[in-house]
Each structure stands twice: as structure tokens, then as C-alpha cells.
């Protein structure tokens, strides 16, 4: 009979709370801090705060959780009769949220694997619920762990964003900031590669980009089967007219996500985000 083995990610991962109770996963939470105040992502403050605050132009800005905070939760889970615990988390390309936990992992009171998945949003939480099943099905520690690694391997990230201005002033742009010097005559669609974002291709206006955002959702779906989450900020209908299309489109899809990003992918992205994960099975 194999050990009990939790699955802990981060607040990055945007899983359905839903999905999270059912798989018993537990989401440690980044910061976001809004001129002089700290909140936590998922229960102190919204995405749609965040976007409000960077239309104002307000300084916003993230930090990842401390070692501390990792600890905690690697001792709760160890409390609560984990025997192994997998912690996944956003792109270390990213973040400092990985090197946190594994810093955290030395000191814990049972064996933690710390994976960085090279991903963020619900790329992060499809891994996430890949590990999950795999220990709910009794899988062992290492299973867990390749199956959330098997999975990250599978899924790509798209996103296309109204301005590259909020990447920048965060730091996160990477390759990306070649496109700057054309930012105001361009729409950009970005991608994880790498764990970095890096652009993808330049199109001329936001219809013309979100098509072929679609279009390319579309090519990377025909391998089936597939799950797919549709990610934006302030752009809900967008989203769901997007979503609706590639539930036309994609005849290998499984599972179908919408939803908000956070306050902290948010607060790098900017109002009018439209992101799309694609995860074969």
C-alpha cells in the first residue's frame, strides 16, 4: 500500500477551489503589495483591485512567500499524516516562489520534492492536478512527481496583452522587450518557453491577434485529448466568446476552464490580458 502524498502548490496555480477541495491540494499564496499595503493573493485582494489600481497607475507590485510560509504548510501536511509531500510551483524563470520552498523542503519533518514546473496560471494547476490524481490512486512520491512533470512537458502557454508596458515595469518581459521599440503599432501574442515569456508573433490590431490566438490554440489541440483553460483580466467577454469558439473548434477537449487570473499574474500582465493554456491528457 502506497504512502499517503500531499500536493501542495502556489496561488499562481488559479485551480478552481472546487478542484482543489476535491484533490485535497493545498495553494500556498504570493503577495501583492498596492503602494504600501501587502495582501495575499486568493483572500485578501482581488485581480480586479489589481487592475483598477494599474489603470490609476498606482505602484503595484508582487513578492513571493518566505521560507517560512512553505514550512508551515510542509508541517501541516506532515500533521495532517502525509508521508511525502510534491510541491509545484510557477516558473523559477519567474519567481523566487521556488527557490523558497526548496529552502523551506530541507528543514520539513517528511521527504518534499520541489518541482519547478516551468509553468504559471492553470499550466501550474493542470500539473498540479496531474500529481494529485496520481496520488490519490495510491501512486508513490516519484509518481507523483513524473506525472506532474509529464504533464508540464505537455502543456503551452498563449497569451495576448493589450499593453507589453506592465510586463516591463515588472521585469518579466524577457525576449520580449525586442518588441518594445514597435509597441504602439503592434499587438503582441506571447508564450511560455523556457519558463520565460517570449514573444510569439506581432499582429497588427487586438481582433486580428485574438483570432490568431485561436488559430493557433486550435493547431497545438489536435493532439487529443486535451484540456484547456481560457485566462484573462477585466476582459470576460472576450473570454467567453473565446472559449465558446474553442469549444466548437477543439473536438479532443476533456475539461474547459474560464476564469480571472489573479492579482498577482495581474499585476504583470495588465487589464485586457486574454490567455489560453493548452494540456494534453
Do not use: N, W
Amino acid at each position: 500500500m502506497s504512502r499517503h502524498v500531499a500536493i501542495i502548490t502556489d496561488s499562481t496555480a488559479y485551480l478552481p477551489q472546487q478542484e482543489m477541495e476535491r484533490h485535497s491540494i493545498t495553494a500556498v499564496p504570493l503577495t501583492v503589495v498596492l503602494g504600501d499595503e501587502a495582501f495575499e493573493e486568493g483572500t485578501e485582494v482581488s485581480a480586479r483591485s489589481v487592475a483598477q489600481a494599474l489603470q490609476k497607475r498606482k505602484p503595484v507590485t508582487t513578492s513571493r512567500p518566505g521560507p517560512d510560509v512553505f514550512a508551515a504548510a510542509y508541517r501541516e501536511a506532515a500533521a495532517a499524516g502525509a508521508e511525502g509531500i510534491v510541491s509545484l510551483h510557477l516558473s523559477a524563470e519567474l519567481s523566487g516562489t521556488y527557490d523558497a520552498a526548496v529552502l523551506a523542503a530541507r528543514e520539513a519533518p517528511v521527504p518534499v520534492r520541489v518541482v519547478d514546473t516551468g509553468m504559471v496560471a492553470m499550466a501550474l494547476g493542470f500539473c498540479a492536478l496531474a500529481a494529485a490524481e496520481t496520488a490519490r490512486a495510491g501512486g508513490t512520491l516519484d509518481e507523483a512527481v513524473a506525472a506532474a512533470e509529464k504533464r508540464a512537458h505537455g502543456t503551452a502557454a498563449y497569451f495576448y496583452v493589450d499593453s507589453l508596458d506592465y510586463l516591463r515595469r515588472g521585469g518579466r518581459i524577457g525576449a520580449a522587450q525586442a518588441l518594445l521599440g514597435s509597441a504602439l503599432a503592434v499587438k503582441p501574442l506571447l508564450q511560455l518557453d523556457g519558463g520565460r515569456i517570449e514573444p510569439r508573433e506581432k499582429v497588427r490590431t487586438a481582433s486580428k491577434a485574438i483570432a490568431r490566438l485561436e488559430e493557433i490554440v486550435v493547431e497545438r489541440a489536435s493532439v487529443a485529448p486535451v484540456d484547456i483553460a481560457v485566462h484573462h483580466l477585466a476582459a470576460a467577454e472576450r473570454a467567453a466568446q473565446l472559449a465558446e469558439r474553442l469549444r466548437e473548434r477543439v473536438p479532443g477537449l476533456v475539461d474547459l476552464h474560464v476564469s480571472e487570473v489573479g492579482a498577482v499574474i495581474g499585476a504583470h500582465t495588465g487589464p485586457g490580458l486574454l490567455g489560453v493554456v493548452v494540456s494534453a491528457r
